[in-house]
């Protein structure tokens, strides 16, 4: 767990959570959202032990609640899922920051104080509804932080599910997801196509030189996907390919095959698509963005806590601090 020293610290307003299937991020804010304190811990919802997540969050939070017995908490991500503490219903869209306030979850029983999960969302129209949870909050914070305004813009979070929103109103209008991420781990580790693969030290540009082939490759022969993923170990049988390459490829065809595929189905209304990842992988996806011919913006960092900074205000969560 980790954290910064605050002896001489202001007095909080909000304990912010983002917790997540694997890790848990907590912040200290004040009266304006500013983070005063950050602790993170790797004890996402499927880490705790026993399920006991009211002492898990006592324990990453112990030294603010000692000071200050009544913070409110916001948290948002798998913690209100059906494996997390408790689960929080799902909102259709369209859905902005005054929704998810109304909708929020209302944990004070179970927790021992005020504390509030955001619920996840869901959309549909195709005939195949979709869902996210987590992922609304950063969208939402983007947006409070003046990104993102111009109307029909499109917000992507690569990721394990990788999600494309379209962005109306101040509101998530709409979204899809992409498994890019969990196919690539499931193919790189359960599937003969990880066979030959070397792990490379670090990235190189032999690497990005193969990223890039296989972006290229996935929109050269877009709707002959099956047969371009045999072409990661094809290509290294005969040669074509070199072993500490086939990662690289891999995330190539992937990523290419994602962006070929959404930006057929939504419209940006002329802007950048804005990302919002980690710095390595927003660099990836900008890259492969570039090589299909399309500019990008990316968001600033933190927008988990923007967002859910905002969801408390609207919902007045503050005023019982």
Known sequence: MSGLSGADRAPGRLIALDWGTSSLRAWLLDGEGRPLDKRQSPMGILEVPAGDFRTAFETICRDWLAQQPSLPVIASGMIGSRQGWREAPYLRTPANPADLARDLLVMDDVAGRVFRIVPGLTTGGDGMPDVM??????????????????????????????????????????FRTWMTGELYAVLRQHSILGKLAVPAQAWSADLQSAFEDGVARAVDAAGAFGRLLFSARSRVLVGDLAAEQVSAYLSGLLIGSEIHDAMRLFDAGGAPPLIIAEPELAARYESAFRILGHATRTAPPDAAVRGLFAIARSAALLDAA
Do not use: D, F, Y
């Open 133 to 174: 949870r987590g992922e609304e909050t950063q969208i939402l914070g983007t947006l409070a932080s003046g990104l993102g305004s111009v109307q029909g813009q499109v917000i992507v979070l690569p990721g394990t599910h990788s999600k494309w929103v379209q962005i109306g109103n101040g509101a998530i209008v709409t």
